[in-house]
């Protein structure tokens, strides 16, 4: 994949936007073994490298790993397609605010001469990951086709509500995040239990759906619009339920039939042969887990497009700002040929036929039955040979209930390879074990029940070796206290800093008790002592933060210093 580049002089002189750039482009895992305290030890980590001539001189470039869309971007094609539609078709609302103040808009696209208890609805929500942009980019084609006077887009809005959520992370698209929000979580891995505080959008879009629910009120689907950085083409991730010992194996068929929908709109971008419908334990707290098991909607999907390209054509190609907003244009499409294949019983039965032939030939030929070799395999039939024949939705079921184990342990073995893996890769599926719960809960009660004797002579002890130091600082002359002799912020290793004579002692007094505290790694100064919490304890100290704590600590020994002085004279005082 290559880079994209902005040049202010092509700009000006050619009108040019944003255009592919660089070569010799390698991603590789990165041999430089410094230690770093940003970075994890136990984790690959990859560089990219690249080369690229600037054709201007003195010109101003920008380089970007997808096409940027803003907030801004957001908030004018809101308010274009505000001036140049309709009403009665398009209708702009605020959603909720997000934690920094910023409008969540939700856009809702019907006909509105058509009674609304008579349709069904339909949730579009894109960007949860602000670096992600090519969502934004379907999201505006499928705005403007669906806002549009295509007769599609009109036999759609008089059968369907659509409730569109363009921007879900406003905060990250506005400071520059690439998946996290201002909390510094992933947005899609709290749909479970939202907090209202932390994340608003989601809280409200679960409430907002609960409500239509209660009314009952028919959503006949949800998806999430993502980016993928590792796959190319345009693919979903669904829901089938089959994970168990006994499937519906018919949930099975209609859990597919939109996805292969999009692949015969779009075949040039879509890869119904990439998508993924098993559901992996730490994806169940995204949005499409809990709206498809949660919420009971059936069609719940991820839509994950390439920052690539696609690669099902004769000769492979980026995508480009029209072809993702072509996209946003097929996924209404989609939409509407679905909405006439669930009528049409006809067509269900030959799209079911077609999914089961396509997801047989994806198996491993060694692990098919023998029988159904001939069907999937002409060139192998032989004379004397039973044959099962795929010919009907019976035929269908009854296949892929014997080939289900074969079907879930393929689709459970491959990782789904998506942007929204955690980090440090997948949770292992294992049992919870309650034993260590148990002793961790009986360790922090041990530590919390110290007497309150112990409690006061450890404050007592660090309050006389503060007052050690401070009285052999004190003790130093003015002529020994300058520029030449610094003082460092003391590590747990004395032979990793050079220290002066005079403060040895200190450091030695601050080393003694060691057994008391918690020593970190062997490292630079700035270790993060939450590098074990959730999200790896970034950001962590800066510079500027090793320097605030130094003038604190010199400041509390000022303030040691002056309560000795000032006990000195109290003393005197009460002896005269």
Known sequence: MQILLFSEVDAKKECRSWYRVGHHINYSETKQHSYNSLLERDINYYELDFQLEFSH???????????????????????????????????????????????????????????LHKKKIVFITARIHPGETNSSYMMRGLLEFITSNDKTAQKLRSELVFKIVPMLNPDGVIV???????????MNRNFRHPRKQAFPIIYHIKELIQNLQRERREILAFCDLHGHSRKSNVFAYGCDGCDGPQPDMKNFLYARVLPFIMSKTAPDMFAFDYCKFHIHRCKESTGRVVMWKEMLIKN??????????????????????????????????SLKQYLDVLHDSTRLESIFLDITKNVLHRLDKNKIPFELLPSLYPEEKQLNQSVISINSVSNCLEILTQCHEIINDQDASSSSDSDSDPEGGELPDIPYSKEKAITKKKSKKKRTDKSNEEHLQKSNRKRQVNRSKSMKLSKLGKNEYNNDHQIRVSYPFTSEVDINSQLKLSLAVDQMDKTTRMIPERGSLFTSKYAKRSGHGLPIFTTERALERRSQKNNSLLQDINYDQQLVIIVSFIKK
Do not use: M, W
């Open 57 to 115: 001189s003195g010109d101003t470039c920008y380089i970007a790993h997808c096409y940027p869309y803003t907030y801004t971007d957001l908030k004018d094609d809101l308010e274009h397609l505000s001036t140049t539609r309709s009403r009665d078709i398009f209708r702009r609302d605020i959603l909720c605010e997000s934690q920094a103040g910023n409008s969540c808009f939700i856009i809702t696209v019907t006909d509105e001469s058509v009674p």
């Open 176 to 186: 520059g995040n690439y998946r996290c929000s201002l909390t510094g979580k992933d």
């Open 300 to 333: 719940s999907f991820t839509l994950e497009a390439s920052f690539a390209g696609t690669s099902i054509v004769e000769r492979p190609c980026h995508f480009n700002i029209q072809d993702y907003e072509k996209f946003g244009e097929c996924i209404c499409k």
